[in-house]
């Protein structure tokens, strides 16, 4: 399987770098109108538009919508068919996890600035948050634990997790983690149905103020569409990689991380910024050797014939660096023998990899840190999930007597050059 091999040093190298890069921006256009008239089924009908989906995309049949409810003792029952070491492994990521987001609860803060105003502000969690758990051809029950935890650290009361059961198969892994988590409230439902039935609530399903969690497109879209009637974690697109190495980096290590990332999507992306042609040469002979091993059905053939790269540069300097910056991958490794001098003059990336030990794949499980992150070049602007997601923060202002004379005149100088009369007036009233 020949790798996409692009030289910088090549005249069309610029042209070369753009197809790799320009991904499929808006794939999900074509199911755009079915997305749309599944949420407006769910909003009118309810729970009767919940059993009809889950009957017809998950096909199996819904008598009533309490079907699909999961009991706490069903989902222990179910867990207990998980594989022990799959169990006690999901516990020790659980501990890693949550003792590294514990670490970024903030605190309120106030002060009180020269003239006496005392200013700050305090956090207050969400009251309550859906997730969606995969359920179908990928079940991931890391997401459980990479959405949850946070949402548990920030204080939300309520934490409502959805997943789909296709044939009303229930995945024992997705029960494990759930049970370990201590979620309550379980529903049997995916796709754009459960996401409607988050946001809009039926008779029985509450709605929740944020939903979080991966998903396939009619998700994705479903996710976009429901932005405003309640908040949303991202967008989240296919997973991607960006690799960074020099000359003295073992080319099976580099094949091995970029066909991990390849393996998540057919449209997943893999790509390595490589010192020497010689290396990639290497690599892409391991990545062509390690294919082999992988069934021929495996995603990480397809992606990363369609979409993986090997961009060849003479040295790691700043031509990389800007290179790692258009990019802006949701994973950066960087696999060199000084990392930590290129990271203040990395701007964007969802979350760096240090040195040559660090396998991006640690960051998926057991490291601790999250997994959600920004896709799609989202990089530029948006973060990977934390507690902060799961909190709001509100702004605090206390003005004395004395603190308050002293804003009056500014502020109704102001207020009558923006033609407000009555903010004006407000501020020239006597108050005691």
């Not at 179910?78 to 659980?94: G, N, P, T, W, Y």
């Not at 634990?145 to 892994?173: C, D, E, F, H, S």
């Not at 407000?420 to 009233?429: D, E, S, V």
Request: with cysteine; net charge neutral; proline share 4%.
């Amino acid at each position: 399987m020949a790798a996409r091999i692009i030289d910088l040093q090549a005249k069309n190298y610029n042209e070369q770098l753009q197809t790799v890069i320009a991904r499929k921006t808006d794939q999900l256009k074509p199911i755009e109108e079915k997305v749309n008239a599944i949420i407006q089924r769910v909003k009118k009908l309810g729970d009767t538009a919940l059993c009809e989906f889950t009957q017809e995309f998950d096909n199996f049949s819904v008598p009533d919508i309490e079907t699909l409810r999961l009991s706490v003792d069903r989902c222990k029952q179910i867990a207990e068919q998980c594989d022990i070491k799959v169990r006690d492994a999901l516990s020790f990521a659980h501990e890693r996890i949550y003792n590294h987001h514990l670490r970024m609860k903030k605190e309120d803060y106030v002060y009180e600035d020269p003239i006496g105003v005392k200013l700050g502000w305090c956090y207050r969690p969400l009251d309550s948050v859906g997730l969606y758990v995969p359920g179908g051809k990928a079940a991931y029950p890391s997401s459980v634990l990479m959405n949850a935890i946070p949402a548990q650290i920030a204080g939300v009361k309520r934490i409502v997790m959805v997943t789909p059961t296709p044939q009303g198969i229930i995945n024992p892994t997705i029960c494990a983690a759930a049970t370990i988590l201590g979620i309550e409230e379980i529903w049997n439902i995916g796709g754009a149905q459960a996401v409607a039935a988050l946001a809009y609530g039926t008779q029985t399903i509450q709605n929740v103020d944020k939903i979080v969690g991966p998903g396939n497109d009619f998700v994705a879209l479903a996710k976009k569409n429901v932005f405003g009637q309640c908040g949303i974690d991202m967008i989240a697109g296919p997973s991607e990689i960006l690799i960074l190495a020099d000359k003295k980096t073992c080319p099976d290590v580099i094949a091995a991380d970029l066909l991990a990332q390849a393996e998540h999507d057919e449209n997943a992306q893999a790509i390595a910024i490589v010192q020497g042609m010689e290396l990639a040469k290497k690599v892409e002979k391991s990545i062509e050797k390690q294919l082999k091993n992988l069934p021929k059905e495996n995603l990480a053939h397809k992606s990363w014939l369609q979409w993986g790269a090997l961009i060849v540069v003479e040295a790691i300097n700043d031509q990389c660096i800007s290179l790692v910056n258009m990019i802006a991958p949701e994973h950066l490794e960087l696999q060199l023998e000084d990392p930590h001098k290129l990271i203040p003059h990395i701007k964007h990336a969802g979350a760096i990899f240090i040195g040559r030990h660090t396998a991006e794949v640690f960051g998926d499980y057991s490291a601790g840190s999250n997994h959600v992150l920004p896709t799609a070049r989202t990089a530029r602007f948006c973060s990977g999930l934390s507690v902060d997601d799961y909190m709001k923060k509100i702004a605090l202002l206390e003005c004395s007597e004395k603190s308050a004379k002293m804003l009056r005149e500014t502020t109704i100088t102001l207020a009558k050059a923006e033609g407000l009369l009555a903010h004006a007036a407000a501020a020239a009233i006597k108050r005691s």
